[in-house]
């Protein structure tokens, strides 16, 4: 099936740049409910899976035994802006398993949010693996080999005992196999696994729902949506769309960018999960056209200011450097 | 005619991300010597006609009397990363005009080239309107102004004759219309207009080799040319494609990006003109596309060390933040 417009951007009152792409929604037994575009194609998930990758941290006990904060659990399903907060809760998490920075191995690079790295900059440091975007899942990682007394080095590698064992929580959600027929290398060095946009978008009903899930992991993703729903700021940050919405809509909605134009959403109340990825890999296309989405697919849920902020966020208006209106960024067809 | 695949994301053996566009080949008589896609259909130019809006500054003698230098002349062309140079060389054209930082109006933001940004922060200081990136361009028509004893405020509006004058550059080069039935407000929050893609790349195609424009047209585009190509830092910056392409072809290619996915190119020596736009915005496509393009167009032109050059940008090779292979950038198709 043909790929859909699902985002546009105006000037002058005309279409400047669009965006294709692909959605599916699925519920927690694996049937479609809506597929626009090629849903069975693989795709990269990147940093949509990190609260999967999660499951295990909690799962096992190893998040009690270390008296992790639902701050800390939701760092670990971060991808976030490197703001003070976030690079302290990496730390804390690190110092709940007697561990220190070096132990990262995500690599370091400034804060993604820039009034955060230039601040940092103000004052004469450098960044760190703390303000690594995905520092919370890889602190996750190194909490979970030390509760298990594994040596955390390498934990990175798929032939280390608790990268298997998130890999597995990725298995048993998607129901379909990650192996090296289908992996890829992540920006933090991590794996990242092609699966179908469908399978992600399953693995995300269940995410949300607990059903099809072994009871361990039902009761591990109720901890960690509360977890995020409870602390929406670390799973990205100041001004980001994940942030803006589950500040928003609490526990009613989960939802995680990943780089390249994914976006995933569990919606627990409806008993769907949704992924959608861009061709092109923008973004600013998957959020607009996730906000669509969800206006539409929670028609008869949402009260008013539910569709304001869902409104808002499937209709932009692009200011330029001087505060003037110069055009829109909104989901396609909508104008 | 349909849009082409002009660049793809690869990782882990697979094609990530996929962007689509089209390409318009001119010579400087209007003639279409390759369309790929639909280039009679408007798209914004926005930063790729610069060089262009630069043209009344030299042709007047404006530029000579001020005693504009080679790298006063190349950042009036620019879309700079607000690098020490950029900003002072911009701050040097608005005091040969008698005028201050004041008289800017393309509004401040930091430094689009990161490193220069965090050096900024360090030293506690804010970003002002020298270090947009467009400061270049609007310090050109204050000295336009100001040499013909215009008052300057206001130079961003279309009724200013300053403004009035570059638009009819404009014009003249690209033989369309530039009104306000096409007019859109950029980011710097001067116009830009809409016109067919293959109109653009007729533009720089009498942009390189100076015919079917008036003299006093031809003769400024040379010395923009030579300007540009004697210090291609100032068009662009540290670690960017058109400076790095400028960089080793000197007067032989002329290039410059746009937001949004735009790419235009000047080839002397042939007679060509090229014009790119991505479907989706994306200038990383954009980019790659037009150095594949160069590689085929130049083929006879070329030496082995152009074509190194050319191939390194076609096909970039992509690393995460501990310097790992994780895929490639690479023109559509030549996998």
Known sequence: MDDIALA????????????????????????????????????????????????????????????????????????????????????????????????????????TYDAAAHALAATGAQPTALHNNCSGKHAGLICLSIDQSLDPAGYIDPGHEAQRQVTEALVMATSVPHNETNRGLDGCSMPTYAIPLAALATGFARFGTGRNFSSG??????????????????????????????AHFGNRIFCKMGAEGVMVASLPDLGLGVAIKTDDGANRAAEVALAALLLDLGALLWNDTDREVLAGLAHQVMKNWNGREVGTLRAAGKG
């Open 8 to 111: 546009e951007v105006t000037r002058g009152g005309r279409v400047e740049s669009l965006h294709h792409g692909r959605i599916a929604v699925m519920d927690d037994t694996g049937r479609v409910v809506r597929a626009l575009g090629a849903i069975d194609k693989p795709i990269f998930p990147r940093s949509t899976v990190k609260a999967l990758l999660a499951l295990p941290l909690v799962e096992t006990g190893a998040a009690d035994r270390l008296g992790l904060a639902d701050a800390e659990l939701a760092l670990a399903c971060a991808s976030h802006g490197g703001e003070i907060r976030h690079a302290e809760t990496a730390a804390s998490m690190l110092a709940k398993a007697g561990q220190g920075l070096t132990c990262l191995e995500c690599g370091a690079h400034w804060p």
């Open 217 to 246: 992991h039902a009761s591990a993703a109720a901890r960690l949506r509360s977890a995020v729903a409870s602390d929406p700021f670390m799973v990205a940050g100041s001004g980001r769309f994940d942030t803006t919405l589950m």
